[in-house]
């Protein structure tokens, strides 16, 4: 985990475990990437209760500045139940719009990668609007790589929208 780091430029930001004490801003940020139409099939977010069951908690993080405010989010789940897949997640990462582009998602995703890496978890993995370049780009900066893309995957308010897969397989779990 990640503490107490500055994230690039002004921006100062602490790293820190996801709770429910965070849970009306996390799912606050999560409405306005929903708003924006680029960051998921979601038409609302969950309540904090699917979202808390659904998100492994050694693996959630909110960025925080120095008044306490959440300034993003990244929060990772299993693919399968399946034993074969024991060491692949799923994961979302969402930044306040007032805080992009200041090194927010940067932060989470390596918070994420070190404590999925100390747990033994071999891949992390996601789905991105093509559309998305800012998140695609993160992404590819946190050691993420392209894996192909699921054409018209889904219907998004009456529009048929591709899905770019990405995965990041550790170096460190083999």
């Known amino acids: 985990m990640t503490e107490g780091k500055t994230v690039s430029g002004a921006l100062s930001a602490v790293i820190v475990p996801l709770t429910g004490e965070h849970a009306e801003q996390v799912l606050g940020i999560y409405q306005a990437g929903i708003d924006e139409g680029n960051a998921t099939f979601e038409t609302s977010p969950p309540s904090w209760e699917a979202f808390d069951a659904a998100k492994l908690p050694e ?3 909110a960025a925080l500045d120095e008044s306490g405010a959440v300034l993003g989010w990244v929060a990772a789940s299993r693919v399968s139940d399946r034993c074969a897949y024991a060491g692949v997640v799923e994961h979302s990462v969402y930044v306040h719009p007032s805080a992009r582009g200041r090194g927010i998602a ?69």
């Open 59 to 61: 693996h959630r993080f």
């Open 106 to 174: 940067s932060a989470l995703l390596k918070a994420l990668i070190d404590s999925t890496e100390q747990a033994g978890i071999w891949t992390i993995q996601a789905g991105i609007f093509p559309e998305n370049a800012a998140s695609l780009a993160v992404h590819q900066r946190a050691g993420f790589r392209v894996i192909g893309t699921r054409e018209r995957i889904g219907c998004h308010q009456g529009v048929w929208r591709d899905v770019v897969l990405i995965e990041r397989r550790s170096t460190a779990v083999t």
